[in-house]
């Protein structure tokens, strides 16, 4: 049975830092890739990174590109999103995706599970 569990997300200034973590169960971590997508009240769920099996491959969106930072832990089976110099434009529910696959792909049906989601919230 798969899980995917997000934590880190809160209030902070605009400036500010926040790490957000995803926990995955299921199938061997280090044969999945994984996502961090994000969706703004009224918008469509967006891409924001991807890190491939190994962590060898990572991309990001243009928004955020400098300014965020994915990694993965394949002995804790989680991933990261460390998240810098947050503008109030980064406000969202950001969520984790799986994708059963060993390369990452930037698009929300491309992924087979994902968590909750965790709040952010950038204040100006």
């Known amino acids: 049975q798969v899980q995917v569990v997000e934590s880190g997300g809160g209030l902070v200034q605009a400036g500010g830092s926040l790490r957000l973590s995803c926990m995955y169960s299921?199938?061997?971590?280090?044969?999945?890739?994984m996502g961090w997508f994000r969706q703004a009240p009224g918008k469509e769920r967006e891409f924001v990174s991807t890190?491939?099996?190994?962590?060898?491959?990572?991309t990001y969106a243009d928004s955020v590109k400098g300014r965020f930072t994915i990694s993965r832990d394949n002995a804790k089976n989680t991933v990261y999103l460390q998240m810098h110099t947050l503008k109030p434009e980064d406000t969202a529910v950001y969520y984790c995706?799986?994708?059963?696959?060993?390369?990452?792909?930037?698009?929300?049906?491309?992924?087979?599970?994902w968590g909750q989601g965790t709040q952010v919230t950038v204040s100006s």
């Open positions: 995706g799986v994708r059963n696959e060993l390369i990452t792909g930037p698009k929300t049906d491309q992924y087979d599970y």
């Open positions: 299921g199938r061997a971590f280090g044969t999945i890739a």
């Open positions: 890190i491939n099996w190994s962590g060898t491959t990572t």
